[in-house]
Protein backbone atom coordinates (compact mmCIF):
# COMPACT_ATOMS: atom_id res chain seq x y z
CA UNK A 1 0.00 0.00 0.00
CA UNK A 2 3.14 2.18 -0.14
CA UNK A 3 5.12 4.10 -3.33
CA UNK A 4 5.21 6.82 -5.57
CA UNK A 5 3.14 4.97 -7.99
CA UNK A 6 0.32 4.86 -5.66
CA UNK A 7 -0.04 8.77 -6.42
CA UNK A 8 0.74 8.35 -10.03
CA UNK A 9 -2.25 5.61 -10.64
CA UNK A 10 -4.37 8.19 -8.93
CA UNK A 11 -3.81 10.76 -11.10
CA UNK A 12 -3.85 9.11 -14.26
CA UNK A 13 -7.44 7.33 -12.93
CA UNK A 14 -8.49 10.93 -12.38
CA UNK A 15 -7.54 12.29 -15.65
CA UNK A 16 -9.02 9.57 -17.37
CA UNK A 17 -12.40 10.57 -15.41
CA UNK A 18 -11.86 14.26 -16.43
CA UNK A 19 -10.89 13.31 -20.37
CA UNK A 20 -13.92 10.55 -20.91
CA UNK A 21 -16.21 13.53 -18.90
CA UNK A 22 -17.36 10.97 -16.58
CA UNK A 23 -15.97 12.41 -13.43
CA UNK A 24 -18.49 15.10 -13.09
CA UNK A 25 -21.02 11.78 -13.22
CA UNK A 26 -19.62 10.25 -10.66
CA UNK A 27 -19.20 12.62 -7.83
CA UNK A 28 -22.95 13.66 -9.03
CA UNK A 29 -24.16 10.17 -8.57
CA UNK A 30 -22.59 9.60 -5.19
CA UNK A 31 -23.46 12.35 -3.59
CA UNK A 32 -19.66 13.38 -2.92
CA UNK A 33 -19.12 16.05 -0.56
CA UNK A 34 -17.57 19.31 -1.33
CA UNK A 35 -14.00 18.35 0.40
CA UNK A 36 -13.72 15.16 -1.84
CA UNK A 37 -15.21 16.87 -4.78
CA UNK A 38 -12.40 19.49 -4.88
CA UNK A 39 -9.68 16.60 -4.09
CA UNK A 40 -10.88 14.68 -7.29
CA UNK A 41 -11.02 17.83 -9.13
CA UNK A 42 -7.64 19.24 -7.83
CA UNK A 43 -5.96 15.75 -8.81
CA UNK A 44 -8.10 15.27 -12.75
CA UNK A 45 -8.46 18.50 -13.85
CA UNK A 46 -4.31 19.57 -14.41
CA UNK A 47 -3.76 16.17 -15.65
CA UNK A 48 -6.52 15.50 -17.94
CA UNK A 49 -4.09 15.14 -20.97
CA UNK A 50 -2.42 12.10 -18.89
CA UNK A 51 -5.82 10.31 -18.81
CA UNK A 52 -7.16 7.63 -21.29
CA UNK A 53 -9.12 8.69 -24.50
CA UNK A 54 -11.01 5.66 -24.18
CA UNK A 55 -14.00 4.15 -26.66
CA UNK A 56 -16.04 7.52 -27.08
CA UNK A 57 -19.10 5.21 -28.32
CA UNK A 58 -19.53 4.32 -24.86
CA UNK A 59 -21.32 6.27 -22.05
CA UNK A 60 -18.75 8.36 -19.50
CA UNK A 61 -18.67 5.85 -17.10
CA UNK A 62 -17.88 2.63 -19.11
CA UNK A 63 -16.24 4.71 -21.07
CA UNK A 64 -13.34 5.81 -18.60
CA UNK A 65 -13.55 2.30 -16.43
CA UNK A 66 -13.03 0.19 -19.64
CA UNK A 67 -9.93 2.25 -20.15
CA UNK A 68 -8.29 1.58 -17.17
CA UNK A 69 -8.32 -1.75 -18.02
CA UNK A 70 -8.85 -5.14 -15.96
CA UNK A 71 -8.50 -4.11 -12.65
CA UNK A 72 -10.79 -1.21 -12.96
CA UNK A 73 -13.19 -3.21 -14.78
CA UNK A 74 -13.58 -5.59 -11.88
CA UNK A 75 -13.65 -2.93 -9.11
CA UNK A 76 -16.50 -1.41 -11.17
CA UNK A 77 -18.36 -4.91 -11.32
CA UNK A 78 -17.95 -5.22 -7.59
CA UNK A 79 -18.98 -1.77 -6.45
CA UNK A 80 -21.97 -2.57 -8.79
CA UNK A 81 -23.31 -4.21 -5.87
CA UNK A 82 -23.25 -1.41 -3.92
CA UNK A 83 -25.67 0.83 -4.70
CA UNK A 84 -25.56 2.09 -1.16
CA UNK A 85 -21.88 3.67 -2.26
CA UNK A 86 -22.30 4.80 -5.50
CA UNK A 87 -26.00 5.63 -6.18
CA UNK A 88 -28.78 3.53 -7.82
CA UNK A 89 -27.80 4.95 -11.54
CA UNK A 90 -24.37 4.59 -10.94
CA UNK A 91 -25.02 1.13 -10.10
CA UNK A 92 -27.04 0.54 -12.97
CA UNK A 93 -24.66 1.53 -15.25
CA UNK A 94 -21.20 -0.37 -13.64
CA UNK A 95 -23.49 -3.55 -13.96
CA UNK A 96 -23.15 -3.76 -18.07
CA UNK A 97 -19.57 -3.30 -17.69
CA UNK A 98 -18.47 -5.90 -20.26
CA UNK A 99 -15.09 -7.39 -19.20
CA UNK A 100 -13.80 -8.29 -22.53
CA UNK A 101 -10.42 -8.14 -23.70
CA UNK A 102 -8.22 -9.37 -26.79
CA UNK A 103 -7.05 -12.41 -26.44
CA UNK A 104 -3.77 -12.97 -25.36
CA UNK A 105 -1.57 -15.83 -28.33
CA UNK A 106 -2.60 -19.52 -28.37
CA UNK A 107 1.02 -20.44 -28.10
CA UNK A 108 1.06 -18.83 -24.66
CA UNK A 109 -1.63 -20.23 -23.35
CA UNK A 110 -0.28 -23.99 -24.67
CA UNK A 111 2.88 -22.90 -22.51
CA UNK A 112 1.11 -21.85 -19.82
CA UNK A 113 -1.12 -25.57 -19.97
CA UNK A 114 2.76 -27.50 -20.17
CA UNK A 115 4.00 -26.02 -17.25
CA UNK A 116 0.81 -26.14 -14.53
CA UNK A 117 -0.03 -29.92 -15.90
CA UNK A 118 3.76 -30.93 -17.11
CA UNK A 119 2.75 -32.64 -19.90
CA UNK A 120 2.73 -31.67 -23.47
CA UNK A 121 -0.31 -30.04 -24.96
CA UNK A 122 -0.52 -33.12 -27.53
CA UNK A 123 -0.52 -35.80 -24.98
CA UNK A 124 -2.80 -34.01 -22.96
CA UNK A 125 -5.67 -32.96 -25.65
CA UNK A 126 -5.96 -34.67 -29.07
CA UNK A 127 -7.53 -31.27 -30.03
CA UNK A 128 -7.09 -27.19 -27.96
CA UNK A 129 -8.43 -24.50 -29.91
CA UNK A 130 -7.95 -21.04 -29.98
CA UNK A 131 -9.63 -18.97 -27.44
CA UNK A 132 -13.59 -18.59 -27.65
CA UNK A 133 -13.90 -16.24 -24.52
CA UNK A 134 -11.75 -13.69 -23.40
CA UNK A 135 -12.35 -11.68 -20.15
CA UNK A 136 -10.19 -9.38 -17.84
CA UNK A 137 -8.92 -12.43 -15.64
CA UNK A 138 -8.66 -15.93 -17.65
CA UNK A 139 -9.41 -16.74 -21.58
CA UNK A 140 -11.47 -20.15 -22.41
CA UNK A 141 -10.16 -22.31 -25.22
CA UNK A 142 -12.11 -25.77 -25.93
CA UNK A 143 -10.45 -28.44 -26.16
CA UNK A 144 -10.86 -32.58 -26.59
CA UNK A 145 -9.51 -35.22 -24.26
CA UNK A 146 -6.61 -37.44 -25.67
CA UNK A 147 -8.06 -40.35 -23.16
CA UNK A 148 -11.62 -40.63 -23.54
CA UNK A 149 -12.03 -37.80 -26.35
CA UNK A 150 -14.65 -35.74 -24.44
CA UNK A 151 -15.44 -32.23 -24.83
CA UNK A 152 -14.18 -30.11 -22.52
CA UNK A 153 -13.72 -26.03 -21.76
CA UNK A 154 -9.90 -24.94 -20.69
CA UNK A 155 -9.65 -21.97 -18.72
CA UNK A 156 -6.27 -20.04 -18.63
CA UNK A 157 -5.17 -17.00 -16.34
CA UNK A 158 -3.44 -13.88 -18.05
CA UNK A 159 0.48 -13.78 -18.19
CA UNK A 160 1.21 -11.48 -15.17
CA UNK A 161 -2.43 -10.39 -14.20
CA UNK A 162 -1.22 -11.25 -10.48
CA UNK A 163 1.18 -8.55 -10.59
CA UNK A 164 -0.76 -6.31 -12.64
CA UNK A 165 -3.84 -6.80 -10.39
CA UNK A 166 -1.72 -6.03 -7.04
CA UNK A 167 -0.48 -2.78 -8.65
CA UNK A 168 -3.72 -1.69 -8.59
CA UNK A 169 -5.37 -2.82 -5.40
CA UNK A 170 -2.08 -0.98 -3.78
CA UNK A 171 -3.57 2.41 -5.17
CA UNK A 172 -6.92 1.25 -4.70
CA UNK A 173 -6.10 0.56 -1.12
CA UNK A 174 -4.59 3.89 -0.79
CA UNK A 175 -7.59 6.01 -2.54
CA UNK A 176 -10.19 4.35 -0.21
CA UNK A 177 -7.99 6.13 3.02
CA UNK A 178 -7.73 9.64 1.11
CA UNK A 179 -11.80 9.14 0.85
CA UNK A 180 -12.00 8.31 4.53
CA UNK A 181 -9.29 11.00 5.59
CA UNK A 182 -10.97 14.14 3.89
CA UNK A 183 -14.90 12.67 4.18
CA UNK A 184 -15.42 10.98 7.59
CA UNK A 185 -19.34 10.81 7.06
CA UNK A 186 -18.35 7.68 4.04
CA UNK A 187 -16.91 6.18 6.93
CA UNK A 188 -20.08 4.72 7.94
CA UNK A 189 -20.01 2.94 4.09
CA UNK A 190 -16.67 1.35 4.70
CA UNK A 191 -14.62 2.13 1.83
CA UNK A 192 -11.55 0.75 3.86
CA UNK A 193 -13.66 -2.89 3.36
CA UNK A 194 -15.24 -2.58 -0.12
CA UNK A 195 -11.51 -2.62 -1.38
CA UNK A 196 -11.01 -5.19 1.04
CA UNK A 197 -13.96 -7.21 -0.54
CA UNK A 198 -12.59 -6.77 -3.99
CA UNK A 199 -9.28 -7.66 -3.05
CA UNK A 200 -10.64 -11.10 -1.91
CA UNK A 201 -12.86 -11.15 -4.42
CA UNK A 202 -9.89 -11.25 -7.20
CA UNK A 203 -7.63 -12.98 -4.88
CA UNK A 204 -10.04 -16.31 -5.45
CA UNK A 205 -10.57 -15.30 -9.12
CA UNK A 206 -6.84 -15.14 -9.32
CA UNK A 207 -6.19 -18.63 -8.29
CA UNK A 208 -8.18 -21.26 -10.18
CA UNK A 209 -8.25 -24.06 -8.22
CA UNK A 210 -10.81 -21.90 -5.70
CA UNK A 211 -13.04 -21.39 -8.84
CA UNK A 212 -12.72 -24.96 -9.28
CA UNK A 213 -13.66 -25.83 -5.77
CA UNK A 214 -16.61 -23.49 -5.88
CA UNK A 215 -17.76 -25.16 -8.92
CA UNK A 216 -17.47 -28.59 -7.56
CA UNK A 217 -19.47 -27.44 -4.20
CA UNK A 218 -22.13 -26.13 -5.61
CA UNK A 219 -22.31 -28.62 -8.79
CA UNK A 220 -22.95 -30.76 -5.38
CA UNK A 221 -24.81 -28.86 -4.09
CA UNK A 222 -27.20 -28.90 -6.72
CA UNK A 223 -27.46 -32.49 -8.33
CA UNK A 224 -30.40 -33.26 -7.32
CA UNK A 225 -32.28 -29.81 -8.69
CA UNK A 226 -33.79 -30.92 -11.99
CA UNK A 227 -33.96 -28.72 -14.80
CA UNK A 228 -30.36 -26.96 -13.44
CA UNK A 229 -26.73 -28.11 -13.67
CA UNK A 230 -23.16 -27.08 -13.51
CA UNK A 231 -20.36 -28.61 -15.76
CA UNK A 232 -18.17 -31.25 -13.66
CA UNK A 233 -14.65 -30.19 -12.68
CA UNK A 234 -11.47 -32.52 -14.27
CA UNK A 235 -9.38 -32.22 -11.02
CA UNK A 236 -6.68 -34.12 -12.63
CA UNK A 237 -6.68 -31.24 -15.20
CA UNK A 238 -6.83 -28.52 -12.89
CA UNK A 239 -4.41 -25.80 -10.71
CA UNK A 240 -3.75 -22.69 -9.82
CA UNK A 241 -3.45 -21.03 -13.50
CA UNK A 242 -5.40 -23.64 -15.49
CA UNK A 243 -9.23 -25.05 -14.80
CA UNK A 244 -10.72 -27.78 -17.11
CA UNK A 245 -14.44 -28.68 -16.90
CA UNK A 246 -16.76 -30.07 -18.99
CA UNK A 247 -17.92 -28.79 -21.87
CA UNK A 248 -21.80 -27.82 -22.31
CA UNK A 249 -23.53 -27.46 -25.16
CA UNK A 250 -26.25 -24.57 -25.26
CA UNK A 251 -28.11 -21.30 -26.50
CA UNK A 252 -27.03 -18.31 -24.68
CA UNK A 253 -29.74 -16.96 -22.19
CA UNK A 254 -29.75 -13.80 -24.34
CA UNK A 255 -30.74 -15.28 -27.61
CA UNK A 256 -34.54 -15.33 -27.43
CA UNK A 257 -35.21 -16.05 -30.82
CA UNK A 258 -32.55 -18.65 -30.97
CA UNK A 259 -34.22 -19.93 -27.40
CA UNK A 260 -37.74 -19.89 -29.20
CA UNK A 261 -36.57 -21.57 -32.76
CA UNK A 262 -35.34 -24.54 -30.71
CA UNK A 263 -38.67 -24.65 -29.31
CA UNK A 264 -37.98 -24.30 -25.60
CA UNK A 265 -40.72 -22.46 -23.36
CA UNK A 266 -39.48 -19.26 -22.17
CA UNK A 267 -42.18 -19.09 -19.73
CA UNK A 268 -40.99 -22.12 -18.08
CA UNK A 269 -37.23 -21.02 -17.79
CA UNK A 270 -37.86 -17.75 -16.45
CA UNK A 271 -39.89 -19.16 -13.50
CA UNK A 272 -36.78 -21.67 -13.05
CA UNK A 273 -34.14 -18.87 -12.87
CA UNK A 274 -35.86 -17.05 -10.37
CA UNK A 275 -36.59 -19.93 -8.39
CA UNK A 276 -33.19 -21.55 -8.69
CA UNK A 277 -31.39 -18.91 -7.45
CA UNK A 278 -33.95 -18.69 -4.40
CA UNK A 279 -33.46 -22.12 -3.63
CA UNK A 280 -29.48 -21.86 -3.33
CA UNK A 281 -29.77 -18.56 -1.75
CA UNK A 282 -32.09 -20.27 1.22
CA UNK A 283 -31.78 -23.79 1.27
CA UNK A 284 -27.69 -24.16 0.68
CA UNK A 285 -26.20 -20.88 1.72
CA UNK A 286 -24.46 -20.59 -1.08
CA UNK A 287 -25.41 -19.17 -4.50
CA UNK A 288 -24.22 -18.09 -8.07
CA UNK A 289 -23.38 -14.22 -7.60
CA UNK A 290 -23.20 -13.46 -11.04
CA UNK A 291 -25.83 -14.95 -12.90
CA UNK A 292 -25.95 -12.91 -15.81
CA UNK A 293 -27.07 -13.74 -19.31
CA UNK A 294 -23.45 -14.48 -20.02
CA UNK A 295 -23.19 -17.32 -17.96
CA UNK A 296 -26.56 -19.26 -18.38
CA UNK A 297 -27.20 -21.30 -21.40
CA UNK A 298 -30.57 -23.44 -22.03
CA UNK A 299 -28.83 -27.01 -23.04
CA UNK A 300 -30.73 -28.97 -25.85
CA UNK A 301 -33.23 -30.75 -23.29
CA UNK A 302 -34.10 -27.32 -21.62
CA UNK A 303 -31.82 -27.25 -18.83
CA UNK A 304 -30.68 -24.53 -17.38
CA UNK A 305 -26.30 -24.67 -17.39
CA UNK A 306 -24.49 -22.05 -14.76
CA UNK A 307 -20.74 -21.04 -16.51
CA UNK A 308 -18.14 -19.32 -14.88
CA UNK A 309 -18.04 -19.20 -10.48
CA UNK A 310 -15.72 -16.68 -9.91
CA UNK A 311 -17.92 -14.47 -7.61
CA UNK A 312 -20.07 -16.78 -5.55
CA UNK A 313 -22.43 -15.80 -2.39
CA UNK A 314 -22.99 -17.02 1.19
CA UNK A 315 -25.42 -16.82 3.88
CA UNK A 316 -24.88 -18.11 7.33
CA UNK A 317 -28.25 -20.18 8.21
CA UNK A 318 -29.36 -17.18 10.49
CA UNK A 319 -29.20 -14.71 8.17
CA UNK A 320 -31.00 -16.92 5.68
CA UNK A 321 -33.97 -17.44 8.20
CA UNK A 322 -33.92 -13.67 8.93
CA UNK A 323 -34.07 -13.32 4.83
CA UNK A 324 -36.69 -15.52 4.10
CA UNK A 325 -38.71 -13.69 6.89
CA UNK A 326 -38.73 -10.62 5.65
CA UNK A 327 -39.70 -11.81 2.04
CA UNK A 328 -42.42 -13.82 3.55
CA UNK A 329 -43.41 -10.69 5.46
CA UNK A 330 -43.45 -8.59 2.64
CA UNK A 331 -45.37 -11.38 0.44
CA UNK A 332 -47.93 -11.40 3.42
CA UNK A 333 -48.04 -7.61 3.72
CA UNK A 334 -46.77 -8.21 7.25
CA UNK A 335 -45.01 -4.91 7.88
CA UNK A 336 -45.09 -5.81 11.49
CA UNK A 337 -43.73 -8.91 11.70
CA UNK A 338 -40.66 -7.64 8.84
CA UNK A 339 -40.07 -4.80 11.88
CA UNK A 340 -39.64 -7.14 14.37
CA UNK A 341 -37.04 -9.76 12.27
CA UNK A 342 -35.05 -6.70 11.83
CA UNK A 343 -35.30 -5.62 15.55
CA UNK A 344 -34.44 -9.19 16.52
CA UNK A 345 -31.75 -9.61 14.39
CA UNK A 346 -29.41 -6.74 15.51
CA UNK A 347 -29.98 -5.44 12.10
CA UNK A 348 -31.89 -2.27 13.96
CA UNK A 349 -31.13 -1.03 16.58
CA UNK A 350 -33.15 -1.59 19.88
CA UNK A 351 -33.75 1.85 20.99
CA UNK A 352 -35.22 3.09 17.74
CA UNK A 353 -39.65 2.97 17.10
CA UNK A 354 -40.39 0.02 16.16
CA UNK A 355 -44.01 1.17 15.46
CA UNK A 356 -42.31 3.93 13.13
CA UNK A 357 -39.89 1.16 11.55
CA UNK A 358 -43.15 -0.82 10.58
CA UNK A 359 -44.75 2.29 8.99
CA UNK A 360 -41.96 3.12 7.39
CA UNK A 361 -41.75 -0.36 5.88
CA UNK A 362 -45.77 -0.14 4.76
CA UNK A 363 -44.23 2.88 2.67
CA UNK A 364 -41.65 0.80 1.07
CA UNK A 365 -44.15 -2.51 0.19
CA UNK A 366 -47.74 -0.86 -0.42
CA UNK A 367 -46.48 0.99 -3.86
CA UNK A 368 -44.65 -2.05 -5.01
CA UNK A 369 -47.95 -4.22 -4.89
CA UNK A 370 -49.83 -2.17 -6.20
CA UNK A 371 -47.89 -2.16 -9.10
CA UNK A 372 -49.11 -4.45 -12.20
CA UNK A 373 -47.55 -8.07 -12.08
CA UNK A 374 -45.05 -7.57 -14.61
CA UNK A 375 -43.85 -4.50 -13.05
CA UNK A 376 -43.18 -5.75 -9.44
CA UNK A 377 -39.45 -5.87 -8.94
CA UNK A 378 -37.95 -8.10 -5.78
CA UNK A 379 -35.08 -6.26 -6.62
CA UNK A 380 -36.36 -2.60 -6.43
CA UNK A 381 -38.13 -3.97 -3.17
CA UNK A 382 -34.62 -4.76 -1.83
CA UNK A 383 -33.29 -1.48 -2.50
CA UNK A 384 -35.95 0.45 -0.98
CA UNK A 385 -35.81 -1.45 1.98
CA UNK A 386 -32.13 -0.51 2.47
CA UNK A 387 -32.81 2.84 2.17
CA UNK A 388 -35.50 2.48 5.37
CA UNK A 389 -33.00 0.47 6.95
CA UNK A 390 -30.19 2.78 6.54
CA UNK A 391 -32.71 5.42 7.79
CA UNK A 392 -33.43 3.64 10.89
CA UNK A 393 -29.59 3.19 11.97
CA UNK A 394 -28.89 0.03 10.07
CA UNK A 395 -24.91 -1.00 9.75
CA UNK A 396 -24.03 -1.85 6.01
CA UNK A 397 -24.45 -5.43 5.64
CA UNK A 398 -22.04 -6.65 2.29
CA UNK A 399 -23.85 -10.22 2.07
CA UNK A 400 -27.28 -8.96 1.74
CA UNK A 401 -26.07 -6.07 -0.27
CA UNK A 402 -24.63 -8.78 -2.76
CA UNK A 403 -27.56 -10.85 -2.49
CA UNK A 404 -29.75 -7.98 -3.73
CA UNK A 405 -27.36 -7.23 -6.46
CA UNK A 406 -27.46 -11.15 -7.66
CA UNK A 407 -31.21 -10.58 -7.15
CA UNK A 408 -31.64 -7.78 -9.98
CA UNK A 409 -29.30 -9.26 -11.76
CA UNK A 410 -31.46 -12.68 -11.46
CA UNK A 411 -34.87 -10.41 -12.58
CA UNK A 412 -33.25 -8.63 -15.66
CA UNK A 413 -32.59 -12.14 -17.02
CA UNK A 414 -36.11 -13.33 -16.06
CA UNK A 415 -37.95 -10.37 -17.81
CA UNK A 416 -35.73 -11.02 -20.97
CA UNK A 417 -37.64 -14.38 -21.17
CA UNK A 418 -41.30 -13.46 -20.28
CA UNK A 419 -41.62 -9.35 -19.68
CA UNK A 420 -45.45 -10.51 -18.08
CA UNK A 421 -43.93 -12.58 -15.64
CA UNK A 422 -45.09 -12.43 -11.40
CA UNK A 423 -42.06 -12.48 -9.31
CA UNK A 424 -43.59 -12.80 -6.59
CA UNK A 425 -45.47 -15.82 -7.83
CA UNK A 426 -42.32 -18.01 -8.84
CA UNK A 427 -40.37 -16.64 -5.37
CA UNK A 428 -43.62 -17.84 -2.90
CA UNK A 429 -43.22 -21.74 -3.23
CA UNK A 430 -39.05 -21.66 -2.47
CA UNK A 431 -40.01 -19.10 0.67
CA UNK A 432 -42.93 -21.28 1.92
CA UNK A 433 -40.55 -24.36 1.69
CA UNK A 434 -37.83 -23.15 3.37
CA UNK A 435 -39.81 -21.28 6.12
CA UNK A 436 -41.69 -24.75 6.42
CA UNK A 437 -38.32 -26.92 6.63
CA UNK A 438 -36.48 -23.95 8.89
CA UNK A 439 -38.86 -23.02 11.35
CA UNK A 440 -40.94 -25.00 12.33
CA UNK A 441 -41.07 -27.34 15.09
CA UNK A 442 -38.74 -29.81 13.30
CA UNK A 443 -36.10 -26.85 12.67
CA UNK A 444 -36.64 -26.29 16.46
CA UNK A 445 -35.76 -29.97 17.21
CA UNK A 446 -32.70 -30.49 14.55
CA UNK A 447 -31.68 -27.27 16.09
CA UNK A 448 -31.38 -28.51 19.84
CA UNK A 449 -29.90 -31.65 18.34
CA UNK A 450 -27.27 -29.83 17.26
CA UNK A 451 -26.50 -27.75 20.39
CA UNK A 452 -26.75 -30.92 22.37
CA UNK A 453 -23.79 -32.21 19.90
CA UNK A 454 -22.18 -28.99 20.50
CA UNK A 455 -22.28 -29.65 24.20
CA UNK A 456 -21.32 -32.83 23.98
CA UNK A 457 -17.52 -32.41 22.00
CA UNK A 458 -17.50 -29.45 25.14
CA UNK A 459 -18.74 -31.60 27.99
CA UNK A 460 -15.59 -32.73 29.76
CA UNK A 461 -14.69 -28.63 30.19
CA UNK A 462 -17.76 -26.76 31.20
CA UNK A 463 -17.94 -28.53 34.77
CA UNK A 464 -14.06 -26.51 35.32
CA UNK A 465 -15.19 -23.58 33.02
CA UNK A 466 -18.12 -22.95 35.95
CA UNK A 467 -15.70 -24.11 38.89
CA UNK A 468 -13.47 -21.89 38.21
CA UNK A 469 -16.12 -19.39 37.58
CA UNK A 470 -17.74 -19.87 40.79
CA UNK A 471 -14.50 -20.00 42.80
CA UNK A 472 -13.08 -16.73 41.31
CA UNK A 473 -11.51 -14.58 43.92
CA UNK A 474 -13.66 -11.55 45.09
CA UNK A 475 -16.80 -13.05 44.26
CA UNK A 476 -18.70 -11.81 47.35
CA UNK A 477 -18.38 -8.31 46.35
CA UNK A 478 -20.74 -6.66 43.81
CA UNK A 479 -19.43 -5.83 40.76
CA UNK A 480 -20.50 -5.80 36.86
CA UNK A 481 -20.29 -8.95 35.37
CA UNK A 482 -17.14 -10.01 33.30
CA UNK A 483 -17.55 -10.75 29.83
CA UNK A 484 -16.07 -14.46 30.81
CA UNK A 485 -18.83 -14.72 33.42
CA UNK A 486 -21.14 -14.01 30.76
CA UNK A 487 -20.30 -16.76 28.48
CA UNK A 488 -20.44 -19.37 31.30
CA UNK A 489 -24.21 -18.46 32.45
CA UNK A 490 -25.04 -18.38 28.87
CA UNK A 491 -23.66 -21.79 28.40
CA UNK A 492 -25.44 -23.14 31.43
CA UNK A 493 -28.59 -21.37 30.49
CA UNK A 494 -28.40 -23.52 26.85
CA UNK A 495 -27.94 -26.09 29.40
CA UNK A 496 -30.78 -26.15 31.38
CA UNK A 497 -33.37 -24.77 28.44
CA UNK A 498 -31.92 -27.84 26.40
CA UNK A 499 -32.07 -30.26 28.92
CA UNK A 500 -35.95 -29.02 29.53
CA UNK A 501 -37.08 -29.00 26.37
CA UNK A 502 -35.83 -32.78 26.25
CA UNK A 503 -37.41 -33.39 29.20
CA UNK A 504 -40.94 -32.21 27.52
CA UNK A 505 -40.56 -33.69 24.52
CA UNK A 506 -39.75 -37.45 26.41
CA UNK A 507 -43.14 -36.41 28.26
Not at 28 to 49: C, N, S, T
Not at 248 to 255: F, K, P
Not at 423 to 449: H, M, Q, S
Not at 496 to 503: D, E, F, G, N, S
Amino acid sequence: MRGPHNIWRLVRTAGTFERTGAMEVVLEQMRAPRELRIAARVLGWPFRWLGYEGDPDLPPVTRAVTALGPSYIKLGQILSTRPDFVGDDLARQLRVLQDKLPPFPTEIARATVEAELEAPVEAIFSEFSGPVAAASIAQVHQARLAADGRRVAVKILRPNIARAFRRDIDAFYFAARMIEWLSPSTRRLRPMAVIGHFDNTVRQELDLRTEAAAAGEFAANTARDAGFRVPQVEWTLSSRAVMTLDWEEGIGMSEVAAIDAAGHDRVVLAERVVAMFLRHALRDGYFHADMHQGNLKVAPNGDIVALDFGIMGRLDEYTRRVYAEILMGFIRKDYRRVAEVHFEAGYVPADRDIDLFAQALRSVGEPIFGMDASRISMGRLLAYLFEVTERFGMETRTELILLQRTMVVVEGVARTLDPRMNLWTAARPEVERYIRENLGPKAFARDLTRTARVLARFGPHLPRAVEDALRRPGRDVPRAPRRGDRAVWFVAGVITTAAAALVAAMY
